[in-house]
């Protein structure tokens, strides 16, 4: 039987540091590629390009991972940019969101994390926050920053009947490491996760042409240290 191929959309960083030369970088986190490798399945890293690159990237692939990363342009979703501070890559949301379309077309199932959960959302319609701090009114940390990033800080709960109630149960703690979150549901997906403070914290549809599952923390962060995060993967690489 042969390996699904997964592809795995890559960030880009303008400058690697002393160490690299300063050299420009395509990248992403070992992490995705070897909980793949170790969930039976063949990583394919997808660098940033042209959008009109995506219809050929998909056919070569059978599932495509969205990985983690910088906010998604407000743009996309009607809105000016509120956050200075925030890092930006208009060209790799255009790419992946060319990515996702083409996926959608070619029926090929999508797992997106954190950014990529919120990039999914966008894309079909809907909208975020642009920083949540303001929202937190509980004790719960969305960037658990200086806490390692394989140990899980807080709860999420699970919707019956999906698929990350099938991964994870009813309830788990899980790691988290960002700013945004999902404001406005996109009319096509449904919120299966979410964290004590109501933050949404998983997403998944089920449907022609869409088959989607995205989770708002990092399995990719953890896939070595929690069963439940490795099991997350090996569920994207043979069962999704």
């Known amino acids: ?10 960030n880009e960083i303008s400058d690697a540091g002393e160490t690299l030369y300063h050299l420009p970088v395509s990248y992403t986190p070992a992490g995705y590629v070897r909980a793949v490798q170790n969930a039976g399945g063949i990583p394919l890293v997808l660098p940033v390009g042209a ?9 070569h692939i059978d599932k495509l991972i969205l990985a983690g ?9 009607g809105e000016m940019n509120l956050v200075e501070e925030a890092a ?20 090929k199932p999508i ?77 096509e997906l449904q919120v299966t996760a979410y964290s004590e403070d109501g933050v ?6 089920r449907g022609p042409g869409k088959i989607i599952l995205g989770v708002q923390w ?5 896939y070595d240290y929690l069963e439940q995060e490795m099991a997350a993967f090996k569920y994207v690489v043979k069962e999704l």
């Open 111 to 187: 797992f997106a994390v954190c950014r990529g959960m919120q990039l999914v959302n966008v894309a079909l319609g809907g909208s975020l926050f642009q920083e949540i701090s303001h929202l937190n009114s509980s004790k719960i940390s969305h960037m658990q920053v200086p806490v390692p990033r394989e140990i899980p800080t807080h709860k999420i709960q699970t919707e019956a009947g999906s698929m990350l109630r099938e991964i994870y149960g009813e309830e788990t703690k899980v790691n988290s490491f960002h700013f945004q979150a999902v404001k406005t549901l996109a009319e």
């Open 88 to 107: 930006l890559f208009e060209e790799r949301d255009q790419f992946e969101l060319a990515l996702i379309k083409e996926a959608m077309i070619q029926n």
């Open 51 to 59: 959008p009109e690159l995506a219809k050929e990237y998909i056919n």
């Open 200 to 205: 949404i914290e998983g997403i998944e549809c």
């Open 69 to 77: 990363g910088q906010n998604v342009s407000p743009k996309l979703y």
């Open 218 to 222: 990092h399995p990719d962060f953890a």
């Open 1 to 10: 039987m042969e390996r699904p191929i997964i592809g795995i959309a890559a």
